[in-house]
């Protein structure tokens, strides 16, 4: 367990193994960004969502000072980095597209040969991913408006929105 997260600890360790806080950095986004998506986030009846997402942010916030400072390598290829991901879409077959429309299937000789997938589709079943940096600073704004979290569990409404009211003490 991590009990001293200084500067020295942190430069050192992003001298000798920069991976390390990559992966570091990683994990800790990762499971920050689950458990916002989570439905009953920051009440659940099994763990306490809400310390598991300040602990994220509280190392988080120790951790990527270090690896943003302008003598650091890693910040433009673990931040800023755009992924990629494949999106799953079932294969068009040209001259089929109005079997789609219809809704209906019609059997015919050409059904013997194997389809013929145009190569423009299948490079479109990818899509861009935000870099990181973008998913995190995301996720810190969509954390700072969390019912229950950082603002009074009675700005949510009946239907599950979020009523965003301006606070102040008269």
């Keep these: 367990m991590i009990t001293l997260l200084d500067l020295t600890t ?26 916002l998506a989570l439905p009953d986030f920051p009440h659940s009846t099994t763990r306490d969502l809400a310390k598991e997402a300040l602990n994220c942010v509280r190392v988080l916030s120790r951790v990527v000072p270090v690896v943003v400072r302008p003598a650091a390598a890693l910040e433009d ?9 494949r999106v799953e879409r079932p294969p068009t077959v040209p001259g089929k597209e109005d079997v789609e429309e219809t809704g209906q299937f019609v059997i015919d000789d050409e059904d013997d040969e194997p389809p013929v997938v145009d190569q423009a589709v299948e490079e479109d079943c990818w899509e861009d991913l935000p870099s990181l940096a973008e998913r995190l600073l995301t996720a810190l704004v969509d954390l700072a408006f969390v019912p229950g979290f950082t603002v009074p569990e009675e700005s949510r409404t009946g239907d599950g929105a979020i009523a965003y009211v301006i606070w102040w003490a008269h």
């Excluded at 290829?77 to 991901?85: E, I, K, N, P, T």
């Design 10 to 35: 942190l430069s050192l360790a992003l001298s000798r193994q920069p991976s390390n806080l990559a992966t570091l950095i990683s994990v800790l986004s990762t499971h920050l960004f689950a458990l």
């Design 77 to 85: 290829a673990l931040f800023w980095v755009r992924g990629r991901r």
